[in-house]
């Protein structure tokens, strides 16, 4: 029996010496240390044996038992160290490497305006209100003070669908009657950003898909002392402190006085150069107060109520801020051009 033992124990480490990976390791143990194993069957048949024989043999036995495991344990490890090893070697890294810069996403210039835009009138306790891209000849155009025929309609050059009376809005101005329609009789002051369509001729400056921010205020005591109030803030919020502004008369259907704001052409201080044609001035908005039959096609009485209105091109903003000297590059998706922004 003990010379029995003897021989489960050279045979068991020798054979461990073979074992090369973790599968003949536990294929290993299962045959020398597992319950149908050599040397615990030898445990098995203990009980059976002459009783002074069985401290020494049980002795044996356990020392076997005992090398085995201490034998598995080390060839583990050792198998577990060269794997490590190998592992080092063939998976070389140079933590001393500078990284590789990750590429950002930015927004792009006119959603950076827009937000702005919005945040500067939010400021001014302006709700922004969004109407739709799809409009009705009688919003874009007849409930602003345009009925058919009327020569200001000429002004916008507009896209029509198949379905007659149905274009593509080519301002944001409609959007006015929709608020004053939801909100009468409430007082009123929303901003109406959004995508607007004209039938143009594509060049540096006009494109037949842009952005324009719309503004509405209507109240029982609102003035033009108002509207230039709120519209020479935003200038200078959005401009810079020192902006000089102006206001000049003009004139659009939907609104009575009318005017046009400029701010001082900041390329050449005033003085007149190629970006302000030589007049030291940059259109910036249309503006006015609402005109009497636009309040009344929203459902306010003009006897009682009064309101300003303006629109600006979000576009134009950000090529005058930035000094982008054609409008095609906003929408030409070239990463260079995006990435300065
Ligand atoms: N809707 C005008 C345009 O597209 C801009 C404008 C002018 C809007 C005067 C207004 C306004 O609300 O009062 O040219």
Not at 55 to 65: E, F, H, L, M
Request: aromatic share 10%; hydrophobic share 35%.
């Amino acid at each position: 029996m003990l010379e029995q033992l003897d021989h489960i124990e050279r045979q068991a480490l020798s054979s461990l010496q073979n074992a090369q990976d973790d599968d003949a390791l536990q294929r290993w143990k299962v045959a020398y240390l597992g319950r149908s194993s050599p040397l615990m069957k030898a445990f098995d048949q203990l009980g059976s044996l002459p009783k002074e024989q069985r401290p020494a043999i049980g002795r044996r036995a356990n020392q076997v038992k005992q090398a085995l495991e201490a034998a598995f344990a080390e060839r583990s490890e050792a198998l577990r160290q060269a794997a490590l090893q190998h592992s080092l070697q063939a998976e070389r890294l140079d933590v001393s490497l500078p990284g590789r810069p990750l590429v950002r996403g930015r927004l792009h210039p006119i959603t950076q305006t827009l937000r702005q835009i919005y945040r500067i009138f939010g400021d001014m306790g302006f709700q922004v209100y969004r109407s739709r891209e799809v409009e009705s000849d009688e919003f874009n155009f007849g409930l602003l003070n345009m009925p058919p025929h009327h020569p200001a309609r000429d002004m916008w050059d507009t896209f029509h669908t198949t379905t007659p009376g149905v274009l593509l809005r080519t301002h944001t101005s409609p959007g006015q009657i929709h608020v004053m329609r939801e909100y009468c009789p409430e007082p009123i002051r929303v901003i109406l950003p959004g995508m607007c369509y004209r039938y143009e001729q594509v060049s540096a400056r006009k494109e037949t898909q842009f952005n324009q921010v719309e503004g509405l205020a209507v109240g029982k005591e609102i003035t033009m002392g108002d509207l230039k109030g709120v519209l020479t803030d935003f200038a200078r919020r959005m401009f810079g402190q020192q902006v000089r502004t102006r206001f000049r008369a003009s004139h659009f259907p939907f609104t009575e006085p009318s005017a046009e704001m400029d701010i001082e052409c900041f390329l050449c201080g005033g003085q007149g150069c190629g970006v302000c044609s030589y007049s030291g001035w940059l259109e910036i908005l249309g503006s006015g107060m609402v005109h009497p039959v636009v309040l009344r096609n929203g459902g306010y009485d003009p006897a009682q109520y009064s309101g300003y209105a303006f629109g600006m091109g979000p576009e134009r903003i950000a090529m005058l801020r930035y000094q982008i000297e054609d409008i095609r590059y906003l929408w030409a998706n070239d990463m260079r051009f995006l990435e300065q922004f």
